[in-house]
Nanobody
Framework: QVQLVESGGGLVQAGGSLRLSCVASGPTFSLSPGGWFRQAPGKEREFVATINWSGGSTAYADSVKGRFTISRANAKNTMYLQMNSLKPEDTAVYYC?????????????????WGQGTQVTVSS
């Protein structure tokens, strides 16, 4: 069973930065594509970024492209989301996730394992 634990959320002013971390338990982390998603109050969970098993391929939602960077350190079983130039509309609970295959990595329902989420609040 894979468990994911996020950290690094908090309150930041607009224009600031945060770095989220996601530590995974279990031996399959380095084989699993990963993703970050977010959910604001009253809204559906939405795709933020995804990374393949090696870290050599990434993709981003248009709303965060150029501001957020997803990365991973397989030796540490850890995935990261560096968030720069934060905006109030980035306020949400951020979740990391892993999936067993590389298909459809932008759809939340396709992911097999989820963390508990970490709150990110950006003040104007």
């Amino acid at each position: 069973q894979v468990q994911l634990v996020e950290s690094g959320g908090g309150l930041v002013q607009a224009g600031g930065s945060l770095r989220l971390s996601c530590v995974a338990s279990g031996p399959t982390f380095s084989l699993s594509p990963g993703g970050w998603f977010r959910q604001a109050p009253g809204k559906e969970r939405e795709f933020v970024a995804t990374i393949n098993w090696s870290g050599g391929s990434t993709a981003y939602a248009d709303s965060v492209k150029g501001r957020f960077t997803i990365s991973r350190a397989n030796a540490k079983n850890t995935m990261y989301l560096q968030m720069n130039s934060l905006k109030p509309e980035d306020t949400a609970v951020y979740y990391c996730a892993l999936k067993k295959n590389s298909r459809d990595t932008m759809t939340p329902a396709e992911y097999d394992y989820w963390g508990q989420g970490t709150q990110v609040t950006v003040s104007s």
